[in-house]
């Protein structure tokens, strides 16, 4: 309701009027007045209101390795070392709105183990129109498209377990859990999500996609994920006085599935 009153530059996508019902069932005609410049600033991060101080409890607040190496570096190893000592882990996504999609693959590895089946390549093309293979699940090597992402992160050491985690795990996701964090979201549902009911519903006259999974899962969500799409970072182009945010990179290929592209994951139906 706040971004309804800023005009937009793209004149079709002004709201003009709204037509309201009173209690007669009378209709109600309002004019939409806009403002040029608006005197707010909407925060994507809202303050974490109780953080669990224990050790099976994992607190990533951004994928973003240039900004957030420390917490990162430091969470990973404990996780690293500690693995097994743990009958449940939890992960909590507070205010995590994606970054670099490396510690998400490193975290799986761990819990994983040995690579599974559904664990692919990814495939992308740029915007030079070079296409780009690698192994996502061995991010150290020297051949990876993230080896110096990896290296920045300064680990001890990366983990090679034998055996899948056989503990519980708990996922606390956030509504703004998008690009990575999705992608790490994702990434655990196909690991140790049982039965993935996916379905559609159309809300403010758009169908939107969700996914749960089953209460018999080792997985556990609790909350609401965002959303992303097979689309890499972008970049912000100038037309005239618009703004378009471009994709400067497509995944043609990965281990995310083309159907779940684009969907919300929740706890519960």
Same mark, same amino acid.
């Not at 005609?29 to 101080?53: A, D, F, G």
């Given at each position: 309701?706040?971004?309804?009153?800023?005009?937009?530059?793209?004149?079709?996508?002004?709201?003009?009027?709204?037509?309201?019902?009173?209690?007669?069932?009378?209709?109600?005609?309002?004019?939409?007045?806009?403002?040029?410049?608006?005197? +707010?600033?909407?925060?994507? =991060?809202? /303050? !974490?209101?109780?953080?669990?101080? $224990?050790? #099976?409890?994992?607190?990533?607040?951004? *994928?973003?390795?240039?900004?957030?190496?420390?917490?990162?570096?430091?969470?990973?190893?404990?996780?690293?070392?500690?693995?097994?000592?743990?009958?449940?882990?939890?992960?909590?996504?507070?205010?995590?709105?994606?970054?670099?999609?490396?510690?998400?693959?490193?975290?799986?590895?761990?819990?994983?183990?040995?690579?599974?089946?559904?664990?692919?390549?990814?495939?992308?093309?740029?915007?030079?129109?070079?296409?780009?293979?690698?192994?996502?699940?061995?991010?150290?090597?020297?051949?990876?498209?993230?080896?110096?992402?990896?290296?920045?992160?300064?680990?001890?050491?990366?983990?090679? +377990?034998?055996?899948?985690? =056989?503990? /519980? !795990?708990?996922?606390?996701?956030? $509504?703004? #859990?998008?690009?990575?964090?999705?992608? *790490?979201?994702?990434?655990?549902?196909?690991?140790?999500?049982?039965?993935?009911?996916?379905?559609?519903?159309?809300?403010?006259?758009?169908?939107?996609?969700?996914?749960?999974?089953?209460?018999?899962?080792?997985?556990?969500?609790?909350?609401?994920?965002?959303?992303?799409?097979?689309?890499?970072?972008?970049?912000?182009?100038?037309?005239?006085?618009?703004?378009?945010?471009?994709?400067?990179?497509?995944?043609?290929?990965?281990?995310?599935?083309?159907?779940?592209?684009?969907?919300?994951?929740?706890?519960?139906?």
């Amino acid at each position: 309701m706040i971004l309804l009153h800023t005009y937009s530059n793209i004149d079709f996508l002004c709201i003009k009027s709204l037509d309201i019902l009173d209690e007669k069932n009378n209709i109600i005609n309002i004019k939409v007045l806009y403002i040029n410049n608006s005197k +707010y600033n909407l925060r994507w =991060n809202n /303050k !974490i209101k109780h953080k669990i101080e $224990k050790d #099976n409890h994992f607190y990533f607040s951004s *994928f973003n390795i240039v900004n957030n190496k420390k917490e990162l570096k430091k969470e990973l190893m404990r996780l690293f070392i500690n693995r097994d000592k743990y009958k449940s882990i939890h992960f909590h996504l507070d205010n995590n709105g994606g970054g670099d999609i490396v510690p998400a693959h490193l975290i799986i590895r761990c819990l994983v183990g040995k690579k599974e089946s559904w664990m692919k390549n990814i495939k992308k093309i740029t915007k030079s129109k070079k296409i780009v293979t690698w192994n996502c699940w061995k991010e150290e090597g020297i051949n990876s498209v993230n080896y110096g992402r990896v290296k920045m992160l300064d680990l001890d050491f990366i983990p090679e +377990y034998e055996h899948k985690y =056989n503990g /519980k !795990i708990y996922l606390y996701m956030d $509504k703004i #859990n998008g690009s990575a964090a999705w992608y *790490f979201i994702t990434y655990l549902i196909y690991s140790f999500g049982k039965n993935i009911k996916r379905f559609t519903k159309k809300l403010y006259g758009k169908i939107l996609k969700f996914g749960t999974i089953s209460k018999t899962s080792n997985l556990v969500l609790k909350g609401f994920s965002g959303t992303a799409s097979g689309d890499g970072n972008d970049v912000s182009i100038k037309y005239k006085n618009i703004i378009i945010e471009c994709p400067t990179q497509q995944f043609i290929s990965s281990s995310i599935k083309k159907i779940d592209y684009n969907r919300f994951w929740c706890e519960k139906i």
